[in-house]
């Protein structure tokens, strides 16, 4: 019998409350790591589509912290953001949104993380 030595798979954390999203906020601003949040919404087929990309996304970019967040359940947190479109990408660091991007283009979203993790500016839109 083989033992499977697989490394254990990233984690994309799916927001199930206002305290989890502050909780993650909080982590990212401590330790300076910038955070990925996917809104999406179960009835919106492109953004759930778009879950196995992020999925990737998480085992590719192991410094960024990948929060999914259901419009649905999460009007609140949606509305403070002025999400209005599913899916969207909020790129975040020190809590502080500093990229959006509406729509399901997974080449577009990689390259706007990968423009985050090199930036060492505020702003990167």
Not at 51 to 73: C, G, K, Q, R, W
Request: charge should be negative.
């Amino acid at each position: 019998m083989e033992a499977d030595q697989e490394t254990p798979k990233p984690r994309v954390f799916k927001i199930n409350s206002s305290e989890t999203w502050d909780s993650h906020l909080q982590q990212s601003k401590s330790h300076g790591t910038p955070i990925v949040a996917h809104f999406t919404a179960s009835w919106c087929i492109p953004s759930v589509a778009m879950n196995p990309f992020i999925e990737e996304l998480a085992s590719d970019f192991h410094d960024i912290i990948f929060l999914t967040v259901d419009v649905d359940d999460f009007k609140e947190i949606a509305k403070k953001y002025e999400v209005k479109a599913m899916p969207t990408f909020l790129l975040m660091k020190g809590g502080v949104v500093v990229g959006r991007l509406v729509g399901a283009n997974p080449d577009e979203v990689k390259k706007r993380i990968e423009t985050l993790l090199q930036s060492n500016t505020e702003f990167v839109v």
